[in-house]
């Protein structure tokens, strides 16, 4: 029969990669699922966890803890800091961060080593160990034997004398102590303070107050001697640094005075040059000269253009200055002038011009205008006398303050680089009173170092154990020992390869699922483990009574659930073969022990109890299961029949409960060529003359993955059903077996699942799949098979 002919909407493409890749994805419910499955095994990890902790609590020694809390306090040295030849510090968490780190150095360790001898105390260099730490030495011991002897580890040892070799031991073991120290040292921040906690953890708490009080004044002593160093230091530079400043300072001095000196450069009681006082002197005089002489000028041309205006007009025009020498002659003069005139005019007026009085007085005014005249050209020429003395004495001023301005450029030009020479003699000067003043301080500082460190909390014997704490180990231990369930849960789920529910068999091998079978054990359907049935190759386990009893479920238990899948199998292939009058079912597995006898047998059975007229077929030539389960001791069987040409009836044995007609198989040695037996003109032959009689062909044929026996009966066959067991047969393998062969894919009507434990379905079913309501469906079912029972009665 071609696929061709089954209906389209019966079958069921296999997924793609693509698809597979998609469904892997995991969501929400995925997870919780996933959780459900795996809480034993989560649970079981807990309680190791929690065990294991327990073991650890018992086994380790108790571990006492000592802490002092020192201050850094800028507040102790603040009167030093003002005068410190070092600049104080803000501390900053920088800061703090370096004294931890100070507290953690080698050489405070070392010096705590040597205070307290550790390296000969037995109680701090080999101390009370846990079983854990034991085991860790012991692997640690073992390594170090097969690397050789520690001592010989030590560079060189072997090869010095006695002596040299225990120092060198001595120092090692030192080392060690120091080393040790160190691991054990806890020092922390308290907070977003300024308090450093110093703490020591060991079994004995007399000896981690020890350790915690002599780190405590150990780091107080450092840094009292740190200051102290500093400040010694720092004196010794600032003694070096005060003789340099002091010869420096002399020289810029020296410098000064020699360039004033050079350049002329002296000054008065004001700091003015003096050149810049002769030159404003020398500018006042002229300013004072230059008047004089404008006045002299004046003077002069007034009397001057009087004089060279003729005698006649010098008396109206003379202006006699008083302070002139000769201006009381001249006054003088005019007054007898005018006296002349008036008496010259009064004569003339009565006697006449040519009257001899008039004429006497004609010539008395003219003798004194005459001697009026002379008196004002002897002024004019003194007048002249000035003006040209206040000239010569301008220009020679002018001369003076001409020579004396380009001296004075010289001299400024001159000052620029005295001023430069006297700023740096001055900066020099104010640089080594600085330092002679910090010298002096840094020296008082040193007879008197002041740290800035105090212990504001010494340590104190405990009183109580700190460790190990046993809340906190258990809660540890059950959240390791939950990772660690959460590990091998994910590995499991990992490792989940195989079908488990009918979401499986549609989504990952691309088929119609048919039913879950569950397990099966003494004739009847119950929830029992998978592993509770053999394979078919070693049902020689189990008495004949069981074998038998299991091929009969369906019979004896026609309303089991086993029962049920069954009929829901036959619908299936009822309706893909509805055409077809007699129908032959090859039943097919994958792998060996998956049940598909049993299911072959079940089958068969229930068809037959239906009131089918049916044939059972044992297809398993080289391990025929199906024969010994049902107990069929036959001579002769499938081979010879096909072989000898014979029909059904000559080998066929007939159940009397159900007519069913069996064709069992007899093994003959080691016959290898089964498959061409099935692909035979002989085989083609005996299943037409099997179908003219009947309407069901149920044949157990061999699994596809150890043997091709089923391929070869393939076009014999019109459909296949596919038994798969729950939790064993791999998806992967299915999916690949189906791939390759397409021929025997296109004929699969569908699947089942069998050997199902239905108490642990319910775990890998979805929220609202029929899996989760096989508790109620198996309680129906064993009603029916009760009251099926009670009516047989």
Known sequence: MNYANFPLDKRMPLPSADQEKGEDFIDVERLLGMAARQAKVVAICAVIGLFLGLIYLQTTPKQYMSVASVLIDEGMNKVMDDISAASATQQTDATILSQIEILNSARLASEVVDKLKLDQNQDFMSPPQSALAKGIGFLRGIVAYFRGNAADQLPGIQNVDAATREAMI???????????????????????????????????????????????????????????DATERAAVWLQGRLTELRESSQAASLAVEKFRAEHGLSANSDGQLLSDKQLADLNAQLIVAQADTARASARYQQYKAIVDSGSESAFNDSAIAADQPSSSVIIGLKTRYLAITKRLQDVETNFGKDHPQAVALAKEKADVAAQIFGQLKQITESYRNDFEVAQTRETALRDKISTAAGKSSIDNQSQVKLKELEQQAQALTTLYQTFLSRYEEASQQQSFPVGKVRIISDATMPLAASGPRTMRVLALSLVLGLMLGAGFGGLNEFNERFFRTGEDIRDRAGLKFLGYLPTIGGGRAKDSKADDLPADGKVASLSSAERRARMRVSIDAPASMFA??????????????????????????????????????????????????????DGDLRNPGLSRSLGMEAEQGLMEAVVNGQTWQSVGKVDRQTKLAIIPAVLRGQFSHTSELLGSAGMRR????????????IVDLPPLGPVVDAKAFAPLVDGFVLVTEWGRTPRTMVRSMLESEPYIANKVIGAVLNKVDLKKLVRYGSLGGSERFFDRYSSYYLEKSEARAKRAA
């Open 564 to 617: 049920e899948t069954l009929r829901n199998a036959k619908i299936a292939f009822d309706v893909v073969m509805e055409d077809r009058g007699s129908r032959v079912i090859g039943v097919i597995s994958v792998l060996p022990g998956e049940g598909k006898s049993t299911v072959a047998a079940n089958l068969a059975g229930l068809l037959a109890a239906n009131g089918a007229k049916t044939l059972l077929v």
């Open 686 to 697: 005996f299943i037409e003359n099997a179908k003219e009689t009947f309407e069901y062909i």
């Open 170 to 228: 001595k120092t090692a073991t030192h080392d060690y102590a120091v080393y040790m120290l160190q691991t054990g040292l806890l020092a922390d921040r308290v907070s977003r303070s300024n308090v450093i906690s110093i703490g020591y953890q060991a079994t004995n708490p007399a000896l981690a107050t020890a350790i915690t009080k002599a780190y405590a004044d150990a780091y107080l002593a450092d840094q009292l001697n740190a200051s102290f």
